[in-house]
C-alpha cells in the first residue's frame, strides 16, 4: 500500500530510488494498488459523462476517456482511436440498462462521437464542452495574428513576434510583464485588438440562463464582425450555429455541470505522462487515468 500511496506522487524510478527497490518490482505493485482501488470504487453507474481523447503517442493515437461528471473522476479508457466503433466498445461494456441511465453527455464537437452516444443511448441530452469551444476560438485568434503578422513589414512586425502566448492566454493568468506587451500589441493593432476583445467577450455566452437570452447575445457577437475581415470568426461562427443545440443546452438548469472537471483531469493526465515519458505499457497508463482522481486507499 505504501508504494503504491507514493506513486501517486512521484514516478515509478523516484520511488525505486527512494526505497531501494527494482523499477520492475515497484511499478507491479503499482498496479496492485491501483487495481485495489478500482475495487474499493465499484462499478459506475452515470447519469452525466463527460467524453474527451488524449494523445498516447506521437502520429495522432489516442484513447477515449469517459469521466463520471457526478462521481468526479474516469470510468472508462479505451478505443484504438477517435472513431464512432471505439466510442461505441464503452457502451457496449456499459450495457443497455445502464446506458438508459444516462440524460447528459458533455463532449466536444466532434461527430463520432455523437453519433456513438445517441445510437446506444438516444434518450441523452448533449452538451459541447465550453473548453473545447474556446480552444477554436484561440486557434481563430491565432490564424488572425499570424495573418497580421503576414501582412506588415519591418518594425510594425515587432509588437506581434513571440506574442502568441500573451494573446491566447486568460488576462487574469499573465504575469506583469505579459500584460504590458499585451497592451502594446493591442494598441498597436487594430484588428489584433478587435479580435482579441471579441474572443475575451464570448465566455459570457455561458453565463445565461435562457436560451433565448443566450440567442440574444451570440447574434449580437456575430454581427459585430461585420467589416472586420476576421475571416477565423466568420468561419468559428459557422461552426457555433452548427453546433448550437449543443451549446445552448448549457442554459437549461439540468444541464449546469461543472465543465472544467474534463479540462482538469487532461491536465493531470498531462502530468503523469510526462513524469512516465516514453511509457509502453497501456495498462499502466489506462490504470493511472482510471485512479488519478480516486482516493487514496
Known amino acids: 500500500m505504501d508504494v503504491g500511496a507514493r506513486c501517486r506522487r512521484a514516478s515509478v524510478r523516484d520511488v525505486g530510488r527512494e526505497l531501494n527497490l527494482d523499477w520492475h518490482t515497484v511499478k507491479t505493485l503499482e498496479k496492485q494498488y491501483m487495481r485495489a482501488q478500482l475495487a474499493a470504487a465499484g462499478t ?14 506521437k502520429g495522432h493515437a489516442y484513447r477515449i476517456v469517459v469521466s ?11 478505443g484504438d482511436d477517435r472513431s464512432q466503433a471505439s466510442m461505441a466498445r464503452f457502451y457496449a461494456e456499459l450495457g443497455p440498462e445502464k446506458c438508459g441511465q444516462i440524460r447528459l453527455a458533455v463532449m466536444d464537437m466532434w461527430k463520432p462521437f455523437r453519433n456513438a452516444t445517441l445510437a446506444a443511448a438516444p434518450q441523452v441530452a448533449i452538451l459541447f464542452d465550453k473548453f473545447h469551444i474556446m480552444r477554436h476560438l484561440g486557434e481563430a485568434l491565432d490564424k488572425v495574428r499570424k495573418a497580421e503578422y503576414a501582412r506588415l513589414t519591418g518594425k510594425d512586425r515587432r509588437f506581434i513576434k513571440g506574442q502568441k502566448y500573451t494573446l491566447l492566454s486568460r488576462h487574469e493568468n499573465l504575469t506583469l510583464e505579459g500584460r504590458r506587451s499585451l497592451k502594446l500589441l493591442l494598441a498597436a493593432n487594430k484588428r489584433l485588438n478587435t479580435a482579441y476583445l471579441l474572443k475575451e467577450s464570448f465566455g459570457q455566452l ?8 443566450a440567442r440574444r447575445f451570440f447574434d ?29 443546452a448549457f442554459c437549461k438548469p439540468e444541464n449546469k455541470v461543472s465543465l472544467g472537471f474534463v479540462e482538469g483531469l487532461n491536465n493531470k493526465i498531462r502530468v503523469f505522462q510526462r513524469r512516465a515519458y516514453g511509457l509502453r505499457d497501456e495498462e499502466y497508463l489506462r490504470l493511472k487515468v482510471l485512479t488519478c482522481m480516486l482516493d487514496p486507499l
Open 206 to 213: 455561458w453565463s445565461y440562463e435562457r436560451e433565448g437570452w
Open 68 to 78: 463520471d461528471l457526478i462521481a468526479r473522476r474516469p470510468i472508462w479508457f479505451g
Open 44 to 57: 459506475p453507474s452515470p447519469a452525466v459523462i463527460g467524453i474527451d481523447e488524449i494523445s498516447v503517442r
Open 220 to 248: 449580437n457577437w456575430r454581427a459585430s464582425l461585420r467589416w472586420q475581415r476576421l475571416k477565423p470568426y466568420e468561419r468559428f461562427a459557422d461552426m457555433i450555429e452548427r453546433h448550437w443545440d449543443g451549446i445552448a
